[in-house]
């Protein structure tokens, strides 16, 4: 259970004076330890939201991981591409032209081009964060992906007003601090990892082999209830027996019957599904 105020600065007071000083005056300065019990509260349930959707980060980060291992770039430029950069679609984007050798300029634009989405993003979230310092707002700019905008303009589509935000200590604030952290950590997990172990995996099997792997970690949990059931086992049993089919048009009606029996079986009846 959450701790209270009360014993939460409790707590504190104890902390402080079991601390040396010097130390003391360092840890009081470091994030989450210099928060209010609130803040750190509001920090721990955006990370728990955030894990809500560990697996499907986690897959996509490893295969992008495993992008960067395979792609001319050597080890520590595959890491400092996953750190600095954080952006799976423009890393993706980038990997064959570097390998092609394009010009900077042209793998810049064209990063640029495939997150413009991140724009859109910002501005539906810039008033929730207007009142931090800039230096915070660039921060978090880096930190906040997909799911953290997703997550947090859906729990909160209304903007507070200064009064609302300091009576609910900035909970609002440290909730996407939890959103952000969580995602960053668990894409930075699988990425690294997919760097580290790219050289493990035969050439012959290549990148599809772990984006299949990819899916399938995806899709499993979307399995849960009957009509996803229904629709990925026809999707899966019309995509074999139409591989002869030109043009990959096997997956085309696969996706179709799909939707079709899905939205069926969704509308059927409780006692017919």
């Known amino acids: 259970m959450p701790c209270s105020f009360e014993s939460g600065a409790l707590g504190r ?7 040396p000083m ?3 005056s360092l840890t009081s300065k470091l994030p989450y330890l210099s928060w209010t019990p609130p803040q750190q509260q509001a920090w721990r349930d955006g990370l728990r939201t955030m894990s809500g959707s560990a697996v499907t980060i986690f897959s996509w980060a490893l295969v992008t991981g495993l992008a960067m291992g395979k792609s001319p770039l050597s080890t520590d430029q595959a890491l400092a ?12 984007a980038a990997l064959p032209l570097i390998a092609a050798g394009f010009s900077v300029s042209t793998i810049l634009v064209t990063a640029f ?6 724009i859109i993003f910002s501005v539906g979230v810039q008033a929730h964060f207007s009142h931090l310092p800039y230096w915070r707002r660039v921060l978090l700019g880096y930190f906040t992906a997909d799911f953290g905008n997703l997550m947090f303009t859906n729990r909160f589509p209304e903007v507070q007003t200064a009064q609302e935000r300091s009576a609910d200590a900035y ?45 399938i970690a995806v899709i499993v949990p979307m399995l ?14 019309i995509a074999v027996l139409a591989y002869s089919l030109p043009l990959k048009l096997n997956l085309s009606l696969a996706i179709f019957a799909a939707i079709l029996v899905g939205i069926l079986a969704d509308r059927a009846p409780k006692g017919v599904r």
Do not use: K
């Not at 007071?13 to 601390?19: G, I, K, P, R, S």
């Not at 591409?81 to 993706?92: D, E, I, N």
């Open 171 to 215: 909970y609002r604030t440290y909730f996407m601090y939890g959103l952000a952290t969580g995602n960053w950590t668990i894409w930075q997990s699988g990425s690294i990892l997919g760097i580290i172990f790219a050289s493990q995996i035969p050439d012959s099997w290549g990148l599809e082999f772990a984006g299949t792997l990819a899916l």
């Open 22 to 24: 010097p130390l003391y």
């Open 224 to 237: 849960d209830h009957r009509a996803a059931r229904w629709a990925a086992l026809v999707a899966a049993v």
């Open 113 to 118: 081009v495939v997150n413009l989405r991140f």
């Open 13 to 19: 007071a104890f902390y402080n004076e079991a601390l």
């Open 81 to 92: 591409m996953s750190l600095l950069v954080f952006a799976g679609t423009a890393q993706l």
